[in-house]
């Protein structure tokens, strides 16, 4: 049987605009075993994922480790294709401890480079495509997330609130004074804003309900099939630039997406079905934009 290789090690929101690129991989080697090398946050997902037959765990080991990286060399052989999504320095080193097998990617001398020079500049969804037609890749089928389950969800009219952002990445965030302020408008309208993100943005969802005692506190509380189902019957999702958002917009739900200058949107904002956009919004400090500015975007 034909082994094939996927590389793509995350974060999550990356991981979830890669569901386009690993359907049509799927869909292009119907017959083949498809290998997903990705890191230890991303296993279990792709495991339950259809497009994927096995799953190894990328450790990333130092470049002095030479033992653990003979073990990777180990792992990365005997495929007949590579299809390295993550396109990093990291990823385009494996190319040679893989043996150079035929490669699509930007490591050096590999047999399908993506050479773009407008590669850089390139929303993630198109620059993956185009990354794959130089292979031989060029149907696209919208991915199918019915895997991600159908978990209950309230019966109430909701909106989905997502306050949080990376730990190190605190110019991300929106104030949370404004989100309790936004919940509030929402309440108002007879919409429950629920609160989600991970166990560390629980002191965000407490603010919020501390101004706005409608709200519902659901961080840490969640997993990703779970934030699927909840996206998928939400009124709106408004929320910084994070994982939760990316998983929004996958399910189909309309998404209003905050960004500062610290991230371009164009790069790498959330994607619907199909390669939709959602509602954007971005200004350069985030804290300069105001509740009205995001309530007039709900519409």
């Known amino acids: 049987m034909t082994r094939i290789l996927v590389i793509r090690l995350g974060a999550l929101g990356d991981f979830v605009l890669s569901f386009a690129a690993f359907a049509a991989i799927?869909?292009?080697?119907?017959?083949?075993?498809?290998?997903?090398?990705?890191?230890?946050?991303f296993a279990s997902l792709a495991e339950a994922a259809p497009w994927f037959d096995r799953v190894m765990i990328d450790r990333k080991?130092?470049?002095?480790?030479?033992?653990?990286?003979?073990?990777?060399?180990?792992?990365?052989?005997?495929?007949?294709?590579?299809?390295?999504?993550?396109?990093?320095?990291?990823?385009?080193?494996?190319?040679r401890l893989a043996g150079r097998p035929p490669w699509s990617g930007i490591a050096r001398g590999c047999a399908y480079p993506h050479a773009d020079p407008a590669r850089e500049t390139t929303h993630t969804l198109?620059?993956?495509?185009?990354?794959?037609?130089?292979?031989?890749?060029?149907?696209?089928?919208?991915?199918?997330?019915?895997?991600?389950?159908?978990?209950?969800?309230?019966?109430?009219?909701?909106?989905?609130?997502?306050p949080g952002a990376a730990a190190h990445r605190p110019e991300k965030r929106w104030p949370v004074q404004h989100y309790a302020e936004l919940a509030g408008v929402l309440a108002a309208r007879g919409i429950t804003p629920m609160v989600i993100g991970a166990a560390a943005e629980r002191p965000l969802?407490?603010?919020?309900?501390?101004?706005?005692?409608?709200?519902?506190?659901l961080t840490g509380q969640t997993s990703i099939p779970d934030i699927h189902a909840?996206?998928?019957?939400?009124?709106?999702?408004?929320?910084?630039?994070?994982?939760?958002?990316?998983?929004?917009?996958?399910?189909?739900?309309?998404c209003v997406v905050l960004f500062s200058g610290a991230s371009d949107p164009a790069l790498s904002a959330?994607?619907?079905?199909?390669?939709?956009?959602?509602?954007?919004?971005?200004?350069?400090?985030?804290s300069d934009l105001p509740v009205a500015g995001v309530v007039e975007a709900l519409a």
Do not use: K
Not at 69 to 77: A, D, F, G, K, V
Not at 131 to 152: E, H, M, R, S
Not at 233 to 252: Q, S, V
């Open 205 to 217: 969802a407490a603010a919020i309900q501390a101004a706005c005692p409608a709200a519902r506190d």
């Open 26 to 41: 799927r869909a292009h080697h119907r017959d083949a075993e498809i290998t997903l090398l990705t890191t230890a946050p």
């Open 126 to 162: 198109e620059r993956q495509r185009d990354q794959l037609a130089v292979a031989g890749i060029t149907a696209f089928p919208t991915p199918d997330l019915a895997w991600l389950g159908n978990a209950a969800t309230p019966t109430e009219p909701y909106a989905l609130l997502v």
């Open 230 to 254: 909840l996206a998928a019957r939400a009124r709106i999702a408004i929320g910084n630039d994070t994982g939760p958002m990316h998983l929004a917009a996958a399910a189909g739900c309309p």
């Open 270 to 286: 959330p994607r619907g079905p199909g390669g939709t956009w959602p509602r954007l919004l971005r200004v350069e400090n985030l």
């Open 61 to 95: 080991p130092a470049w002095w480790d030479l033992p653990a990286l003979w073990r990777l060399s180990r792992q990365l052989r005997g495929f007949a294709m590579v299809y390295d999504l993550q396109t990093s320095g990291r990823s385009s080193r494996y190319f």
